[in-house]
């Protein structure tokens, strides 16, 4: 027996590692009998893919040796631990640089992008050009992505047919735009009535010109990867450029439509994510595991706090309360008006509870700063989903960012996954509770009509005022001589 335990004790310190995942221990009789190893039976599959039944004969650990056996892999886990110690310290300090390095990236950025922001703002009306730049930039990076994974299929025209039906749109969109908001403008010019006059014609056949290509492009072994990729280029165009045309509605609002949103998502962004690093711990959603809900209820309170506060400070100033319009003498934007009601300091009477509390009867702000709430309130709580929805497209496409024109950041798609969402909810809130008859488009409607038309106007407003009792006799006799 002492023979069997000193030959079972050399076989540990070879066999040692493997054996205590795979064997169980089996006691040796005093008499001799039993054996220091037992049959292992495992299939194992060949190259044809058959499966055969083979036995190995393998130690196992005898009761009387298990304290020296522990004992020696202690010993060996000990030393391997010693061994590969500095290797992870090392990759834990190559992890952290690249770590901070990827933030200094992220951060210096995000202040340039945030600088350029202010630049935007001073700029005022003329943003138009930026959000156009913007859109065909978004659009490039998603059809890009569309393109690179079909590329080796060599579909006939698609990103030349892509980029026409951008332009299609386009026209379409920015033409109602002139013939709404530059109506005095489009009056001087012929050409310019000519096209708006017949515009929506123009971009019918613009589009049906597009279709018959497409359907003359189709080949028979692509018929179905082609439409697929038809329905790719629409879907991108309703995602960017029809929201991008409600970005610039937003922006002939006021100023303050187009700089409250934007600033809304992207202080919920920065919100999200200092409270996330710091307090977070419980995943939010799998599309986007760094997300928490720590993160994403803190950003919604931070959120609240800034946009109220920045809505009272952009509600002060004339060139951001009022709508954006064309001057045609001077051929400038201008912003000039008498403040809506939603923009003048009024006093509101706080209820029982919170004069209780805060010993106050009632409290002046602007009515906006009520509406800003809602927005905040969206942007905090539905806004993120529009980033949930690009990161669950990138996943699809197993793709980090749409692309990489901003180091640290990915593509202009990456950062404006939101913002698209959070402007046409902007647009719908000022379409159903904000909006309410523009006297300056009214007029640019009028002059568009002819001489006899704009005279019979004038006669029917001039009768209805006069019975409203709103004209003034003298002001009368004088419209009768």
Known sequence: MIRERETAAAVHDAAAPSVLQSYRSRSIGASGSGDASRVIYRYDRSTRGKTRLTKQRRPCIPAGLSFSFFWHLLQQKKLSGQIMEPTSKQQQQSGEHALWKNYWIRGVLSVAMISGFFVIIYMGPVTLILVMTVQIKCFQEIITIGY???????????????????????????GETVADYFGALVQREEPLQFLARYHRFISFALYLAGFCMFVLTLVKKHYRLQFYMFAWTHVTLLIVVTQSHLVIQ?????????????????????????????????????????????????????????????????????????????????????????????????????????????????????????????????????????????????????????????PGHGGIMDRFDCQYLMATFTHVYIASFIRGPNPSKVLQQLLLLHPAQQLGIFHTLHSHLRERGMLVAQEDSSYRQ
């Open 250 to 406: 937003n922006l002939f609002e006021g100023m303050i439509w187009f700089i409250v949103p934007i600033s809304i998502v992207i202080c919920n962004d920065i919100m999200a994510y200092l409270f996330g690093f710091f307090f977070g711990r419980t995943p939010l959603i799998k599309l986007s595991p760094k997300k928490t809900w720590e993160g994403f209820i803190g950003g919604f309170f931070g959120t609240l706090v800034f946009g109220f506060i920045l809505a009272h400070l952009l509600s002060q100033f004339q060139n951001f309360v009022c709508p954006v319009g064309f001057n045609s003498e001077t051929n400038r934007f201008s912003v000039e008006c008498e403040p809506s009601d939603i923009f003048v300091m009024q006093e509101y009477t706080l209820p029982v509870a919170l004069q209780n509390t805060l010993a106050w009867k009632t409290v002046k702000m602007y009515p906006f700063q009520i509406h800003s709430v809602f927005l905040s309130s969206f942007g905090s709580l539905i806004g993120p989903f529009g980033g949930f929805f690009a990161s669950g497209f990138k996943r699809a496409f197993k793709i980090k960012d749409f692309a990489n024109t901003i």
């Open 148 to 174: 690179r994974v079909y590329h080796s299929y060599e579909l006939p025209w698609f990103r030349t047919l892509s980029w026409y039906f951008l332009i299609c749109v386009n026209y379409f969109f920015y």
